[in-house]
């Protein structure tokens, strides 16, 4: 029940639209009920004047039976239009909600989570929400309107008639489905659990499948797809089943209430508090009543399933970022940064990443950073680069923390290439000109030749043009490496951040770029993250990290 108001409290902002769509479709349900209820009575009407050998007037009834049948049909077009529209607009807004609500997360907030868990979550289990609204939240409305209306024009007949109608159209139209879809909750979570692994399964076996193969474990992989596929159909199963009953329960409606009202009728008829035509009408009435309730049952047995994915978002909404991006400083003049007492703990690790850490590095100067794989050199890059803020102590940049200053201040002074830069499916230039489009050719070319990836470029039919495929993998890992160096070039930071550079490129290549690098860096910071001594000769100090504590701070 919380997630169902948390849910429809993200609807809110739609309301106008919410109401518009839900009075379109209860228009085109009364139409439908009126228009089978005034042709039964002008039917039996029309037949009881002839029998009786009378005239009548037929040019009313009849120009309302039309008016009816435009309402009807009119009203039913414009319900789907109204109601897609209304859908739409909603599930756009909660798809543009999370995702700016993932931005910050990423990426330290969701690495426990798989691309493939994420891409679910905000393509299939928002389009899951669609059910809450379309099918859930407005026949509902719609069916307890519509029972209101027909139990009124009953009512004006006879309360019993009105009471024995609307207990059948209730009990069997309204409850009886509730019920069979409260025994669903099971199926109904399996159903959007293991639609959700299966995404995941698929998206990373894919992007996995060299190791897969070339390890032989593809086949257990492929199992596991088996299994889950498998339960998948299960709960589908299960769930067809009771919207079959549902659905059935619900066209039984109708026939009990035409039934009830006619035993409840005939009798008044016969006591002469009735017509027949008026008997006629009561009875498709209450049949055509039961049509307000035909979409329940599936609305109900959609309702599991679709608050089981709601809860996948709201366990993303619900995430802290790892930064809180609140600028109360102004950027600082000064570019010296220090550590004081930094400790960096990862969730589910005994030991902390860094450890009381104290640096400083003024302005201008070169640093390595050296240790051991696991020692932190990664840790201290990525607090550096603000994707993560210190369990303990401070980080300053110009004597000012670097949490006082606004995230897109900070990210515009320090430049990172990371141990796993990202190219996006784009052309070699649209992945080198994402920092600066504005960048002109001439330093386009300047960056490429600091990296070292002129010849590369001169050898390509397409130059800067070459799409460089999914995620680069047309690219080897140096040459990537490179664009990614080349990238970060072109935004001209004070601070650059070089994360294990030379991986991919063989000691002649990684010299000469460094060399490049670091001339067109002097004056200004560099920390470099290496496992290669021979850069060490270039750099100002030589800072060793082991097991998250600085271990020597020397020069070269
Ligand atoms: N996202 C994470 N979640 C949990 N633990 C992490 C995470 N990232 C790093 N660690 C752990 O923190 C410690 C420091 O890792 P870090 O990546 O900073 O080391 P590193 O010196 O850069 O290693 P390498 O040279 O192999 O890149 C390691 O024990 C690592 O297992």
Redesign the pocket.
């Known amino acids: 029940m919380k997630d169902l108001i948390r849910l429809l409290g993200l609807y809110r902002r739609h309301l106008g639209w919410i109401l518009l769509s839900m009075l379109v479709s209860l228009v085109a349900t009364l139409a439908n009920a009126g228009l089978m209820a005034a042709s039964g009575w002008f039917i039996t009407a029309m037949a009881a004047a002839g029998l009786a050998g009378v005239t009548m007037n037929y040019f009313t009834p009849a120009a309302i039976i039309r008016g009816l049948a435009i309402l009807r049909t009119g009203g039913r077009y414009v319900d789907r239009i109204v109601g897609h529209e209304a859908t739409l607009r909603l599930l756009a807004d909660i798809r543009t909600h999370l995702f700016a609500r993932m931005v910050p997360l990423a990426p330290?907030a969701l690495?426990d989570l798989r691309s493939g868990d994420l891409l679910a979550r905000l393509k299939a289990d928002i389009d899951r929400l669609e059910l809450t609204f379309l099918r859930f939240l407005s026949p509902l409305t719609v069916a307890l309107l519509t029972l209101v209306a027909v139990g009124f024009v009953l009512f004006l007949y006879d309360g019993p008639l009105s009471a024995g109608v609307l207990a059948v159209l209730l009990g069997c139209g309204l409850l009886a489905p509730a019920l069979a879809a409260a025994a669903t909750a099971d199926p109904g979570r399996t159903l959007t659990a293991r639609s959700a692994d299966l995404r995941r399964l698929v998206v990373d076996d894919l992007s996995g499948l060299m190791p897969l193969i070339a390890t032989g474990a593809f086949v257990g992989h492929r199992d596991r797809l088996v299994t889950a596929m498998f339960e998948l159909v299960q709960a589908e199963r299960w769930l067809a089943r009771r919207a079959a009953l549902g659905q059935a329960l619900g066209r039984l409606s109708g026939d009990l209430a035409l039934i009830v009202a006619l035993f409840v009728g005939v009798p008044l008829v016969a006591a002469g508090r009735m017509v027949g035509p008026e008997l006629t009408m009561a009875a498709l009435l209450s049949l055509s009543a039961a049509e307000a309730f035909m979409g329940l049952p599936a609305a109900f047995l959609g309702l599991f399933p679709t608050l089981a994915s709601a809860r996948r978002l709201f366990a993303i909404l619900d995430r802290k970022p790892p930064v809180i991006d609140q600028a109360t400083k102004p950027l600082p003049e000064g570019r010296d940064l220090r550590l004081d007492g930094v400790t960096l703990r990862?969730?589910?690790?005994l030991?902390p990443?860094?450890d009381d850490i104290s640096l400083e590095i003024p302005f201008g100067t070169h640093v390595a950073l050296v240790?051991?794989?696991?020692?932190?050199?990664?840790?201290?890059?990525?607090l550096l680069a603000r994707l993560r803020d210190p369990d303990a102590g401070k980080i300053r940049l110009g004597g000012l923390p670097l949490t006082e200053l606004a995230l897109a201040d900070a990210r515009r002074v320090v430049g990172v290439v990371p141990?796993k830069p990202h190219l996006f499916t784009l052309t070699l230039e649209e992945n080198l000109r994402l920092g600066r489009p504005s960048a002109t050719a001439d330093e386009l070319a300047a960056a490429i030749e600091m990296a070292g990836l002129t010849e590369f470029v001169s050898r390509l039919p397409q130059g800067l043009a070459t799409p460089v495929g999914v995620a680069g993998t047309t690219l080897s890992g140096g040459e990537a490496r490179r664009v990614a160096i080349a990238r970060v070039l072109l935004l001209d930071p004070d601070i650059l951040i070089l994360?294990?550079p030379g991986e991919g490129l063989d000691p002649e290549t990684e010299a000469a770029v460094l060399d490049r690098v670091l001339n067109r860096m002097s004056g200004r910071t560099v920390i470099l993250?290496t496992?290669a001594h021979a850069a060490l000769h270039r750099m100002d100090r030589v800072v060793e990290?082991d097991s998250?504590r600085i271990v020597a701070n020397r020069l070269p």
């Open positions: 330290a690495d990862y969730l589910g690790n030991r990443a860094l240790g051991e794989s696991g020692a932190g050199k990664s840790s201290v890059v990525a141990q994360d294990e993250v496992h990290l998250g």
